[in-house]
């Protein structure tokens, strides 16, 4: 069931790598710039970036270290390792690696951060826990999560248009996840605070998307909804594409919340 979990996870994110760099203008980077803010790394130190996808964190916090500094950049997804790689030339000190980052071995990193990553995994706790391990005592651990509805409209409208277009069943919701108990910023602190972190911190970082029609459909492709796109068969992609324009603009929604929850605690 977990390695299931994790195939439909790394499946989603190769297929959406290219359109999640397009994407990461308007959301990725502004959301990894905020959560480097907090993490606040340091010329010289060691960070592990974990679940990096393209570099929206990774990239900025290896300019920060520079040369004399070292970034281990780890992401599931072969794609989005490759176009960190591309997008990352002329920065050494910063490695990107295919791999599961809740077996990672590393250790002894002064900052270990993860943005938007931490709610893939198949045990959220289990693998949080693991990535504080990789932090040197007094290190800092910083962790981005959507915080309560953030972007789940967007998905509500894909689902409709996909079985409109499809003429399936509406997806039944998704079934509960711990994610929903701690999606507020102090249930958000309170859980990280029970993970042995000391001097917790929750910032809310707010930011709403404008759902120009380019947007709105890079929200599909270029992220984990990619996913859903995956069963529909290649010439009634169109249709799901217009059908989902067409369904948020009855839903009058011009803006989609985006707004995350950065954490923060020191091991
Ligand atoms: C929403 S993206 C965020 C990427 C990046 N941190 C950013 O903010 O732009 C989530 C990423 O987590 C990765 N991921 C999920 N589970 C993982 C795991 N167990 N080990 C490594 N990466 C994982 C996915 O492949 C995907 O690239």
């Known amino acids: 069931m977990a390695e ?22 308007h959301l990725w980077e502004p959301i990894g710039a905020a959560a ?6 340091k010329p010289g130190e060691r960070v592990l970036d974990a679940c990096c996808g393209t570099g929206a964190s990774a990239i900025p916090s290896a300019r920060l270290v520079g040369v004399d500094g070292h970034v281990d950049a780890v992401d599931l997804s072969g794609p989005m390792v490759d176009e960190l ?3 990352s030339t ?6 990107a690696h295919q791999a599961d980052v809740t077996t990672w071995p590393g250790e002894g990193y002064d900052v270990v951060q993860s943005a938007l990553g931490i709610f893939f ?5 289990a693998g949080t826990d693991h990535l504080i391990s990789r932090a040197r005592p007094g290190g800092r651990a910083v962790f981005t999560i959507w915080r309560g509805e953030a972007m789940v409209a967007a998905g509500r409208h894909l689902g409709l248009a996909i079985a409109e277009v499809t003429n399936t069943p509406v997806p039944a919701p998704r079934p509960p996840h711990l994610i929903d108990e701690v999606n507020q910023a102090d249930t958000y602190a309170a ?9 917790v911190e929750v910032t809310v970082h707010e930011l709403a998307l404008t759902m120009t029609p380019e947007v709105a459909w890079l ?10 796109l ?8 169109a249709d799901v594409r217009e059908r989902y324009l067409t369904s948020l603009g009855e839903a009058c929604l011009e803006e989609l919340d985006a707004t995350t929850l950065i954490g923060s605690g020191r091991r």
């Open 230 to 237: 995956a069963k529909v068969p290649a010439e009634l992609v």
């Open 219 to 228: 929200v599909v492709v270029g992220s984990g909804f990619r996913g859903a």
């Open 121 to 125: 995994f198949p045990d959220m706790t």
């Open 85 to 87: 790689r591309r997008l």
């Open 36 to 41: 480097v803010a907090v993490a606040d790394p």
């Open 4 to 25: 299931d979990r994790q195939t439909e996870v790394r499946g989603a994110f190769d297929a959406a790598a290219a359109d999640f760099t397009a994407l990461g203008r």
């Open 90 to 95: 002329g920065l050494p000190q910063l490695h």
């Open 191 to 199: 859980w990280l605070t029970g993970r042995g972190l000391a001097d």
